[in-house]
């Protein structure tokens, strides 16, 4: 079975940073991709960084630039770091795993990440 278990969000004002942390334990077969989404209320959640198995990265327009998606592979944990924080980055913050033959998700609990002006 595996699990993901998130730190690293909470408070802060616009222009700050706050890096986002995912350990993932259990085992798990054939890695596909590991990435970070984010929710608000009354909206999709929405992709905002990813990095596959291979290394590769893609980011949502709006973070290129501003967030940085990395990992430990050592660890089994993967992280979003943030800089330069702007109060439309407020959401809740979801890591996600793909693996398996199937490509199933597997979610983190979701952390909250506030960005006051």
């Known amino acids: 079975q595996v699990q993901l278990v998130e730190s690293g969000g909470g408070l802060v004002q616009a222009g700050g940073s706050l890096r986002l942390s995912c350990a993932a334990s259990?085992?798990?077969?054939?890695?596909?991709?590991m990435g970070w989404y984010r929710q608000v209320p009354g909206k999709q959640r929405e992709l905002v960084a990813s990095?596959?198995?291979?290394?590769?990265?893609d980011y949502e327009d709006s973070v290129k630039g501003r967030f940085t998606i990395s990992r430990d592979n050592a660890k089994n944990t993967w992280y979003l770091q943030m800089t330069s924080l702007k109060p439309e980055d407020t959401a809740v913050y979801y890591c996600?795993?793909?693996?398996?033959?199937?490509?199933?998700?597997?979610w983190g609990q979701g952390t909250q990440v506030t960005v006051s002006s």
């Open positions: 996600n795993l793909n693996a398996g033959v199937g490509r199933r998700n597997y």
């Open positions: 259990g085992t798990i077969f054939r890695l596909n991709a």
């Open positions: 990095i596959t198995r291979d290394g590769s990265t």
